[in-house]
């Protein structure tokens, strides 16, 4: 099980900052064609292998499920915090989003044909990513696909950093080592995108989206 206090004190602090972040980022894949990009890579990947459901682990206030909605997903979204779930029911009514951990997911054993996981491990404690990235692979059905984004370390050196999260304690990753523990995990990387950080960007570090099919 993650850590408790990590857990309770990233949840308490975006239960506190909602609202806030709500309206920060309902546009942000406005001026991302990248990010665009790849969701709809991984939904196009996702609907070869059937109709079966995806889910957004740590949605937020739900726009980026309601964007893999829009493109033609059967998706709902989970994320530890009430707030972020309250805002998100109130804005896409005609979605499905719960409350729920990803260290425990209320969710049946390969049932799956996608995982969304955007930014959502960086709060994770290094030692305790091994529980997150175990329940991706229970719930996704064979040959189901994962995409997960987090921000890269400076280096392969540095498995992983922790840097200063406006919300709560957070980590960088090195892609290989994170990928090298998805392969432990049962799920094997397909593909790799990697963003430069750019001018306008308030922290200066990749970011990295890894597709990752599961055998």
Not at 9 to 19: E, T, V
Not at 50 to 67: K, M, S
Not at 156 to 181: C, E, G, K
Request: with cysteine; charged share 20%.
């Amino acid at each position: 099980m993650v850590e408790h206090d990590a857990f309770s004190a990233a949840r308490d602090a975006y239960d506190a900052l909602a609202s806030t972040y709500a309206q920060r980022f309902r546009d942000e894949l406005r001026d991302r064609p990248l990010d665009r990009a790849i969701l709809s890579a991984f939904a196009e990947v996702v609907s070869t292998s059937g109709d079966a459901q995806v889910a957004d682990l740590g949605c937020g206030p739900g726009h980026i499920t309601a964007h893999l909605d829009e493109l033609g997903l059967p998706v709902f979204g989970v994320d530890a915090a009430p707030a972020m779930i309250e805002l998100a029911r109130q804005a896409y009514p005609g979605l499905r989003f719960d409350v729920g951990s990803m260290a425990a997911l209320d969710i049946a054993d390969g049932v799956l044909g996608g995982v969304l996981s955007r930014w959502s491990v960086i709060h994770t404690p290094p030692r305790e990513l091994p529980v997150i990235l175990a329940e991706f692979n229970r719930v996704l059905a064979p040959g189901g696909h994962l995409l997960i984004g987090f921000s890269a370390t400076d280096g392969p050196s540095h498995p992983t950093q922790v840097f200063d999260h406006v919300v709560a304690p957070a980590y960088r990753w090195s892609p290989d080592h994170l990928a090298a523990m998805l392969r432990e995990s049962g799920l094997a990387e397909v593909a790799r995108m990697v963003r430069e950080p750019q001018p306008t960007d308030r922290r200066q570090f990749q970011e990295i989206q890894l597709l990752a099919r599961k055998a």
